[in-house]
């Protein structure tokens, strides 16, 4: 496994760049989940007509 | 067949097939990558030149690619934009502006990692590095402007004009660079010669590179749909989404 | 504004590019003209910009003379941008542009003209001072004149491509800064010709290669910007 890790003395070149892809990537998919649910929430806020009784979320009828 | 591609092209009838489309390609993205991974780094044979810091050429080059094909993208919808005034193009070319920003910056980084190792220094004023370089100002350009204009129509349009600006201009600068670098030759560093490469490399570099097709497209798309949801919000439509319907504010 | 549109012949005026260039490049001409100190203010950024560097970096002769057709182009660079936010922003501002724009006329030739009245104002004065800054850098008399024939050349290029992004940034918060990340980039080129013809000169080559590009680049320039910057305008007034 350290053999693996240290990439044949170039460890710290292979893993800073694989490592800060995952990283980069990693943020990218955090950011856009959270803006998926942004405009999910602001969209739901945004309804033509706000519906008064609020369906819970374990209804299946507010699923139909 | 023009009509059958016209009723795609509106937001309300794209959202749910987009939202069908992605998955796969991120599944197959993972998939893909998984096994790229694992052959490049475990199964591939250390290099008799570079010896193991080779391997960083199996996300440097896909993400290279990557961020010069997305803009190309970028400027093909965004002349669909500009010339049938469809919104939907413009959407998917803002949608693909953070991933190829995100590319571009990840062949940078990896290439400077590479390039340490390799030729002993983290930049070079190569051709293609300054491309690269300049590539990435251009995509934060066009996010930037994004970012301050408020009517996202102009927006769309303002964009669509410097997308395709900046698309003219992309081979004039790398041509220029590599001129320049000509003339002053002051990097002897020649990227081209390229170490043959193996069957089994190549078989890593292949998947790698399907695995990045596969998550840019999942990626533009899940934007895509949220970018949907933000330009239209007050649809009736978007309320009888499930996804919306099951939130409880 | 007292040369305002009204102002303009109202005859046939399809198809009619060189009089609503030459129309458009007087009335900016003689708005600008009007404030003499802020034409000053531009110069006089250009020549301190200039006369920085070698106080950051070195008095030393032949140091100088490698940095100088460099360091001189950024500070066109610099100067020209600094006065195009202010290309389109008052017409803008006092609705003339929205006038320009449903007028008969050809609004690229109109946005031509304007572009032309900012090199003439900004461009050429850069030009005009580049031999007397290139004695402080040291330059022999033919890097000299390379470097303002290649100034020449390349400044309107610079109006032409800055006149897109004004044109796109017109209106917008930040938007002077914004113009800066847009079109720098647009200018790498240029500036590596550009700069490049002097160095090419001082190596002992010819110059006529960059000269060639680079009079390629505002061909290309000239035909491509005027309609580009027109479609941003649109798109700003919509």
């Known amino acids: 496994m350290s053999i693996f890790l240290s990439m044949g003395g170039y460890g710290w070149y292979v893993w800073m760049a694989y490592g800060v892809t995952a990283l980069v990537i990693a943020v990218e998919l955090l950011m856009l989940r959270a803006r998926r649910r942004r405009t999910l929430v602001e969209a739901k806020l945004a309804e033509p007509e706000m519906p008064v009784t609020t369906r819970s979320s374990l209804d299946p009828a507010g699923m139909a | ?249 | ?238």
């Open chain 3, 1 to 238: 504004m007292a040369a305002s549109i009204e102002s303009a012949p109202a005859a046939s005026v399809q198809g009619a590019v060189l009089p609503a260039v030459a129309w458009a490049l007087a009335r900016d001409l003689k708005i600008s003209l009007r404030s003499k100190a802020e034409l000053g203010i531009q110069l006089l950024f250009y020549v301190i910009v200039v006369t920085l560097f070698p106080l950051a970096t070195t008095p030393e002769r032949s140091l100088l003379a490698a940095i100088g057709p460099g360091v001189l182009w950024v500070a066109a660079l610099l100067a020209s941008l600094l006065s195009l936010s202010r290309l389109f922003a008052a017409d803008h501002a006092d609705g003339t542009l929205e006038q320009m724009a449903l007028s008969p006329w050809p609004l690229p030739a109109l946005v031509s003209g304007k572009i032309a009245a900012h090199w003439l104002t900004t461009g050429l004065p850069i030009v005009l001072l580049a031999p007397l800054l290139s004695a402080q850098y040291a330059l022999e008399r033919d890097a000299m004149w390379i470097l303002t024939a290649a100034l020449l050349i390349g400044t309107p290029i610079l109006s032409l491509l800055g006149g897109i992004g004004a044109a796109l940034t017109l209106g917008l918060r930040g938007g002077g800064t914004l113009l800066a990340l847009l079109v720098l980039p647009l200018y790498v080129p240029i500036l590596i010709f550009g700069a490049g013809s002097v160095d090419a000169v001082r190596a002992g080559f010819s110059a006529g290669p960059h000269l060639s590009l680079l009079g390629a680049g505002l061909l290309v320039a000239l035909v491509g910007a005027p309609f580009a910057a027109a479609a941003a305008v649109r798109v700003a007034l919509d």
């Open chain 2, 1 to 249: 067949m023009a009509a059958h591609w016209f009723l795609y092209a509106s937001p309300a009838s794209f959202y749910p097939i987009a939202g069908r489309m992605a998955p796969w390609f991120a599944a197959a993205a993972a998939a893909l990558a998984l096994v790229g991974l694992w052959i490049g780094l475990v199964v591939a044979p250390t290099d008799a030149q570079q010896g193991d810091a080779y391997r960083i050429i199996f996300i440097h080059v896909p993400a290279a690619w990557m961020s010069m094909f997305i803009y190309l993208v970028m400027a093909f919808w965004s002349a669909l934009a500009l010339g049938y005034n469809t919104r939907l193009s413009a959407m998917m070319a803002q949608a693909l502006a953070p991933t190829g920003a995100l590319m571009t910056f990840i062949a940078l980084w990896t290439g400077a990692f590479w390039g340490r190792p390799t030729w002993g220094t983290y930049w070079a004023w190569d051709a293609r590095m300054t491309s690269e370089l300049i590539l990435l100002f251009l995509y934060l350009g066009v996010i930037a402007l994004r970012n301050g204009i408020d009517d996202p129509r102009r927006a769309d349009k303002a964009c669509s004009v410097l997308t395709l600006v900046g698309a003219v201009n992309v081979p004039i600068i790398y041509f220029s660079v590599k001129w320049w670098n000509t003339l002053h030759q002051g990097s002897t560093i020649s990227m081209t010669a390229a170490p043959k490469m193996a069957a089994i490399m190549v078989t890593a570099l292949g998947l790698m590179t399907l695995a990045t097709w596969g998550y840019a497209i999942a990626v533009a798309l899940i934007r895509v749909r949220a970018i949907i949801v933000e330009r239209e919000r007050g649809a009736s439509w978007l309320s009888h989404l499930p996804e919306v319907r099951r939130l409880v504010v």
